[in-house]
């Protein structure tokens, strides 16, 4: 049965496409544990398309951020040092045949909301882009 309490993890992670992997296990590891295995494969999939966003398109550090909010939601973000906003994600349909372009556009189509903020928080600004997937 999974917790009500709110938790909190941030992985630290160098610009390095292997990250991505390390990411995703990580994620499967916190969900696992916290009892929300029937978030895994989707809450891998979304983290996976944010964290390689960040990786492909920026030159700094990144981070995974993974939370349960008091509400019950999962949210998972992911930062990078580029300030600037994700370009507007494509309809499934129209990226099906491309290589790469299809993250943000799966991201819309299987989290319940997402988004994107300015961040300062790891001290270099940047943002986050992030989604939600409700665990009830």
């Known amino acids: 049965m999974p917790e009500t309490e709110p ?19 990580t994620l499967r590891v916190i969900l696992t544990l ?14 996976t398309e944010l964290v390689s966003n960040a990786v492909r398109h920026t030159k700094g ?3 995974l951020r993974v939370r349960r909010t008091p509400h019950g939601v999962v949210w ?23 290589e790469g372009g299809r993250g943000l556009g799966l991201v819309v189509a299987c989290a319940d909301y997402w988004g994107w903020q300015p961040s ?17």
């Open 120 to 136: 300062a928080r790891f001290r270099d600004h940047g943002k986050f882009v992030w989604c939600e997937l409700a665990a009830a």
């Open 7 to 25: 938790w909190d993890y941030t992985l630290y992670i160098p610009n390095d496409p292997r990250a991505v992997t390390i990411c995703r296990r």
């Open 61 to 63: 550090p990144a981070a």
């Open 34 to 47: 916290h009892g929300l295995i029937g978030l895994v494969d989707t809450a891998e999939l979304l983290a």
């Open 76 to 98: 998972i973000g992911a930062w990078d040092t580029d300030p600037a906003p994700p370009p507007p994600p494509k309809p499934l349909e129209q990226a099906a045949g491309l």
